[in-house]
């Protein structure tokens, strides 16, 4: 797969990730390689294969509808940027 | 000998006879710690007073009478990707370089209630992303047995503080190999567990279909005693398996006759060094002589492990990563004019160059148009591994391989080749891949550095592998090696 210098702008926005000019370039050269690497999958036939998600068997796990106190709201909040009022603030969403 | 090198379950022994206290314990890792810390570099916060006040807690606790664990007064060290409250956690990014986590991982919450003192916590690769800690942020640990070379990764820091003495007991989390390895480049022993022994509740997400916490210790016994505390059904992990815990220790059994163990022909072949294979040939040959029934066995598909999971572990880290946006915690970039620009420029930022590629990576195999040719592909592809497991299981008891396809290698070596540096996982990926235990075992020495043996085991049988394990190691002495710093 040939990544282009497109493809990483796309992908870096839908991930939200801000790129410099240097990692967008060496990012456009490495991930053509990896991904190269990692089409040598295509050589397994898989049309009647299902996939796997989970190695393990896995169930749905339900628990008591039951109120138990939460973490201090103290020691959340004292990890936040940018704190108002016991509440995380961040910039103006609406005009 | 002096008390910080020796092992928990020795210490433990001392303890029970009253021939020292756990402060003496501490204050002996603590010195130990001040006096070659400097040129390992294993850890990100080393919890000194913390460390000694509870240790007179324990003594205290001791004298008064009461029962001890096999854990009681001994001091561990935790990986700075597993949450503990009060006390810094990194995950050695810049993107957590103030977090305080309000609550402890389970398995932390497990070590203390059994009366163990944590240490400190360790350096690793940016969010376990990595096989030789050159990864993180903040520091470059370093490979005690040669300053010069990696402690693998990307629990290094917890691999390099075992081998250093600065440790009794180190907890690692292993993806696609970050327990296995390092324990394999610094000579000691690493366990990753079965996907679902041990709770993950307060482990920094990676890539939760694979990730596994579990123990890197001095020897076979202490893993087994570690294992045992740690493993468990945990209501806040719904992905924790609701199995007993055996008493692992009872699983030391000095005898493999009769036992059927495969030799994996793949990884033996192409891209794993010639002195490699020879050290796992010869802990082949002694395992016959010990009465093991020695056979090889291929198992074509082991090849494919490598491409599956940097398609599936970067798919999954790419969505676990998107809750570092600058909102609840740790960095907020100061260009954050409206929240489109708080995304863009916290995570820009905060991300190291590793982490940003396998977040571009994953998003790039989950975008549309995409999902089906990579993800998806992947995931059938993860099938086929697994049959191949099973298949080899259906035969053997267990399956030996090399755990790394080399020794340590030189810092800086591979930092600009990201694949090469992701082929360092080839024999230890397949086995996340599959969710099934594996541990690594000293077994040999090449350039002076050590080689680790791969033994894998189907689904929760720890035991299988616990057995094996003490087996080779009661029959060598590689494990009672130790480097020589000052």
Known sequence: MKVTAKDVEHVAKLARLGLTEDEKKRFTEQLSRILGYAETINKLDTKNVSPTSYAIPMKNVFRVDKVVPCEDLKEIIANAPKEDNNMFSVPRIME | ?486
């Open chain 2, 1 to 486: 000998m002096e008390l910080f090198e020796l092992t928990a379950h020795e210490l433990h022994a001392k303890l029970d006879r009253k021939e020292t206290s756990a402060e003496e314990i501490v204050r002996s890792v603590l010195g130990r710690i001040s006096r070659v810390e400097n040129s390992v570099s294993a850890f990100m916060t080393v919890n000194i007073d913390e460390a000694i006040t509870k240790a007179k807690e324990i003594d205290e606790y001791i004298a008064s009478g009461k029962k001890i664990t096999p854990l009681t007064g001994i001091p561990i060290a935790i990986k700075d990707n597993m949450c503990t409250r009060g006390i810094l956690t990194t995950a050695s990014s810049k993107i957590l370089r103030n977090y305080i986590p309000p609550y402890n991982a389970t398995v932390v919450e497990k070590i203390l209630q059994a009366g163990a003192i944590p240490i400190g916590k360790t350096n690793l690769d940016e969010f376990a992303m990595g096989s030789s800690t050159e990864n993180s942020a903040y520091k470059v640990t370093k490979n005690p047995w040669n300053l010069g070379t990696v402690p693998g990764g990307s629990s290094g820091g917890s691999a390099a503080c075992i081998a250093a003495d600065e440790a009794i007991l180190a907890f690692g989390s292993d993806t696609g190999g970050s327990i296995r390895q390092p324990a394999s480049f610094c000579g000691v022993v690493g366990l990753k567990p079965t996907y679902g022994r041990v709770s993950r509740y307060g482990l920094i997400a990676f890539a939760s279909s694979l990730d596994q916490i579990g123990p890197l210790t001095k020897d076979v016994t202490d893993a087994a005693i570690f294992l045992t505390s740690m493993a468990g059904h945990d209501p806040k992990d719904s992905t924790s398996v609701e199995l007993p815990v055996p008493d692992y220790r009872r699983s030391l059994i000095d005898d493999v006759k009769n036992l059927k163990i495969g030799v994996i022909k793949e990884l033996l072949g192409e891209g794993i060094g010639s002195s490699i294979k020879k050290s796992i040939l010869e802990a082949a040959e002694l395992l016959k002589k010990l009465g093991a029934k020695v056979e090889e066995v291929s198992m074509p598909t082991l090849k494919y492990g490598v491409a599956t999971y940097y398609l599936l572990a970067t798919a999954e880290a790419s969505s676990n990563l998107e809750r570092y946006d600058g909102v609840k915690y740790g960095h907020r970039s100061d260009e954050a004019n409206d929240l489109l620009s708080m995304y863009y420029n916290t995570r820009r930022e905060g991300f190291g160059p590793e982490v940003k590629r396998r977040i571009m990576l994953g998003t790039y195999a989950l975008s549309a148009g995409y999902y089906d040719a990579y993800y998806l592909k992947a995931q059938k592809v993860r099938t086929l591994i697994k049959n191949d497991f099973d298949k080899a299981f259906s035969k053997f008891d267990c399956l030996i391989s090399p755990t790394a396809p080399s020794i340590a290698f030189k810092i800086g070596e591979k930092t600009d080749d990201p694949l090469s540096m992701y082929l360092s996982d080839i024999a230890t990926i397949p086995v996340n891949l599959a969710g099934i235990p594996a541990i690594s075992i000293p077994c040999g020495f090449v350039n002076d550095l050590p080689v680790g043996l791969q033994i894998i085991g189907k689904a929760f049988s720890e035991e299988m592998l616990f057995r094996v394990a003490y087996t080779y190691e009661q029959n060598t002495e590689w494990h009672k090696r130790k480097p020589k710093l000052t």
